[in-house]
């Protein structure tokens, strides 16, 4: 079976910053696109960051500031998180099998909350 699981989320002040990791086991993530969601209070789960055979994708809320990564060797896939804001506080989410517009994936990690204080 296949299953992703997220780790790294937490609490921190606004300009501070967050790596998220997420380990894959059932598949190999550099075969499938792959990526980051969240979903933020009141808000729909949107796509954060994705990777896949088209390229790379930032949501423009992040740009500059998060950056998407794979260790093939560990088959993890990250997310650096650098000048967090208090917007970016939210529910994060891994995935594997995404969509190619990063607008929804076949398979999902449970999540990792990252709070971000002013």
């Known amino acids: 079976a296949v299953q992703v699981v997220e780790s790294g989320g937490g609490s921190v002040q606004a300009g501070e910053s967050l790596r998220l990791s997420c380990t894959a086991s059932?598949?190999?993530?550099?075969?499938?696109?792959v990526g980051w969601f969240r979903q933020r209070p009141g808000k729909e789960r949107e796509g954060v960051s994705c990777?896949?055979?088209?390229?790379?994708y930032y949501a423009d809320s992040v740009k500059g500031r998060f950056t998407i990564s794979i260790d093939n060797a560990k088959n993890t896939l990250y997310l650096q998180m650098n000048s967090l804001k208090p917007e970016d506080t939210a529910m994060y989410y891994c995935?594997?099998?995404?969509?190619?517009?990063?607008?929804?994936?076949?398979?999902w990690g449970q999540g990792t909350q990252v709070t971000v204080s002013s």
């Open positions: 995935a594997a099998g995404t969509f190619a517009d990063c607008s929804g994936s076949n398979y």
């Open positions: 059932g598949l190999v993530l550099r075969n499938y696109g």
């Open positions: 990777i896949n055979w088209i390229g790379t």
